[in-house]
């Protein structure tokens, strides 16, 4: 593999799922942060996906945004050559573990079917430009999830053997390889990383923070799996936004970087934290939140820990993460209770009614 020093520089940049919850930060980050670099945010709008993440940006002269998906190869193509793309940031997947269990198979589809089809037409795209595939790059982003469950001891690396235990999970690791094997087979120019569970502003309230959050603003019960001792190294999603950028730059071709946050929690561990920050912040007598914990039966094949070891991209890139889980979550708590109507607004449904006139039902 390619482990030469290089400085990759984006013209004209696709962020595939740029309406979710990492996607929206990373678009932001580009646009406002790169004026020179045309950004095109390619997302199919399906229900975690959420254009208020990004009016800050909308009106921006190097942004566009384009409804399609990525399974629809016709579209993606046309998308590519109108645009001139020469760098893809592929953020786009079902990422739910629970909704995987309960139906497979669109995750299979789009996580598999739809990395591959980006990927088939990417090459067949830039193969034909008079440069090929020199100033080229496709950046595949996926989960430590792939790798499986670790024990009391260790770490995820990146040499560590592939063990996925859930749909979701299995689907990002059938990506992942594919991707390699573009790499390997066409020469075709690719780097990917594998991140810890991120945390932060626009995460739809599925997730654990956000929901817990609102369910804690709301007084309603806080459902933890089994005793709640899994554990999970979490990343704030800004400096997961940073890393992209530092790995997309810098990182070698055919490369994987994981990226973690160095904080690893126990599950119950950080919702007693959250509860002691959220009784602050809403003015409750100390313990009061943590009365809405309520243990119930376990996910099906769920993961006992997580935790990356980030060394590769700290030692050959230069990053850390910028702030304790600590500090990110306070942020975190801050930004969902200043922003209650996005919170209503996403779990209502009522901005789906509205993209589907401005955009076409999905």
């Not at 390619?42 to 399609?68: I, M, P, Q, S």
Request: proline share 4%; net charge negative; glycine share 8%.
């Amino acid at each position: 593999m390619d482990k030469q020093p290089r400085q990759h520089k984006p013209k004209n940049l696709l962020v595939t799922g740029g309406a979710g919850f990492i996607g929206s930060h990373v678009v932001q980050r580009w646009v406002t942060g790169h004026p020179e670099v045309n950004v095109v945010n390619l997302d199919a709008l399906t229900y975690a996906g959420n254009l208020t993440n990004l009016t800050a940006v909308e009106h921006a002269d190097n942004y566009t945004f384009v409804k399609a998906d990525i399974r629809d190869g016709a579209a993606v193509s046309k998308i590519l050559r109108e645009h001139k793309i020469d760098t893809v940031i592929h953020l786009a997947a079902e990422s739910h573990v629970d909704r995987s269990i309960d139906g497979p198979m669109e995750f299979l589809d789009t996580n598999i079917m739809g990395t591959a089809t980006l990927l088939h037409a990417c090459r067949e795209y830039w193969k034909d430009t008079a440069e090929g595939y020199a100033g080229k790059l496709f950046y595949h982003v996926s989960t430590d999830e792939v790798y499986g469950s670790l024990g009391a001891e260790g770490l995820f690396t990146e040499q560590t053997s592939y063990d996925p235990r859930s749909p979701y999970s299995a689907s990002k690791a059938a990506s992942d390889h594919i991707v390699r094997a573009w790499f390997h087979t066409y020469g075709f120019p690719v780097v990917l990383s594998n991140c810890s569970n991120n945390y932060g502003a626009y995460q739809f309230p599925e997730k654990l923070l956000p929901l817990f959050i609102h369910n804690i603003a709301s007084e309603k019960p806080l459902p933890v799996y089994g005793e709640g001792i899994n554990v999970r190294d979490w990343l704030w999603v800004e400096d997961h936004a940073a890393a992209i950028e530092v790995i997309l730059r810098g990182g070698g071709l055919g490369e994987t970087y994981n990226i973690g946050g160095e904080n690893e929690w126990r599950n119950i561990d950080l919702i007693r934290t959250l509860c002691r920050i959220m009784d602050g912040r809403l003015g409750r007598a100390p313990g009061t939140s943590e009365k809405l914990i309520s243990f119930v039966e376990d996910r099906a094949g769920h993961d006992m820990r997580y935790a990356i070891d980030a060394a590769k991209l700290r030692d050959d890139l230069g990053w850390r993460p910028s702030i304790t889980f600590e500090e990110g979550l306070e942020k975190t708590v801050d930004w969902y209770l200043a922003n209650s109507d996005w919170l209503k607004e996403v779990t209502s449904g009522d901005y789906r009614s509205y993209y589907a006139r401005q955009y076409g039902d999905r």
